[in-house]
């Protein structure tokens, strides 16, 4: 079985579709999984749920998500964050809706927990440091779990003592699964912020028990020209081109 593991789309279809156009290219996946934020900062909120609801076999709610249906505030958001999802907000269908508020936070399959920003705390924490992948690991029962939230490609492996080391994850050192308890962020496909603007997602190969991060280009230009024309924030524009 071969699983596609997306996360962090914020609304950029661009972004999104070269990712499943290049996912069918490499030889297609079983099941698709998706790690939230849906939604936020980008130009096609529902054209990205669109998408979702009909290419995804798991989606978790990301805090982007909710705070675009009320579930969550946007006080602690920047005014950009903020402003966007506000946009973002005023667009969303009834379907919409209704499709975001039943996410939810933790879905388990197989040896895999997955969840946006941390099995403690699936909305808010950043899983940024080997000390607090650490203290997650008290949080999941599975041997491996899949964040998002950071837009950063990193996994954590824990040994056998729970001593935790973190790595970035690339595109020509694939991860393997036969050792280890692991916790895996694929990178973000509509918002990079790795200092490479390349569309970022993973695929997790149960024969040969690899996890696998691949980079794809897209058409930046087309995503930013539409943010423009919606009056989003310029900064969340010119971002996309760097990869920050």
């Not at 669109?50 to 995804?56: C, E, H």
């Not at 990301?62 to 964050?81: E, L, Q, R, V, Y």
């Not at 895999?112 to 899983?127: A, C, N």
Request: with cysteine; proline share 6%.
């Amino acid at each position: 079985m071969r699983y596609a593991i997306i996360a962090d789309i914020h609304s950029n279809l661009a972004a999104l579709t070269t990712v499943l156009d290049d996912i069918e290219h490499r030889g297609g996946a079983d099941e698709i999984w998706c790690l939230g934020d849906v939604v936020g900062y980008g130009p096609d909120p529902r054209e990205c749920l669109a998408i979702i609801r009909k290419t995804t076999n798991i989606c978790v709610a990301g805090n982007h998500d909710w705070a675009a249906i009320g579930k969550i505030s946007i006080s602690d958001f920047n005014p950009d964050a903020a402003a966007a999802n506000q946009w973002t907000a005023q667009r969303l269908s009834d379907e919409d809706i209704e499709y975001i508020s039943n996410l939810p936070l933790i879905s388990e399959s197989g040896d895999f927990t997955l969840t946006h920003g941390s099995p403690r705390e699936p909305i808010r924490e950043y899983l940024l440091s080997s000390g607090a992948a650490l203290q997650n690991l008290a949080y999941f029962e599975t041997r491996f779990c899949l964040v998002g939230h950071s837009h950063q490609p990193v996994v954590f492996t824990c040994d056998e003592n729970e001593d935790c080391s973190a790595r970035y994850l690339l595109p020509d050192s694939p991860v393997t699964t036969k050792e280890s308890r692991l916790i895996i962020n694929p990178g973000s496909v509509g918002q990079p912020r790795d200092g490479n603007p390349d569309a970022a997602y993973a695929i997790y190969d149960s024969q040969q028990q690899l996890v696998s991060l691949y980079r794809t280009p897209y058409d930046i230009r087309s995503t930013q020209e539409k943010m423009q024309a919606y009056d989003l924030p310029v900064r969340l524009s010119a971002r996309l081109s760097y990869g920050v």
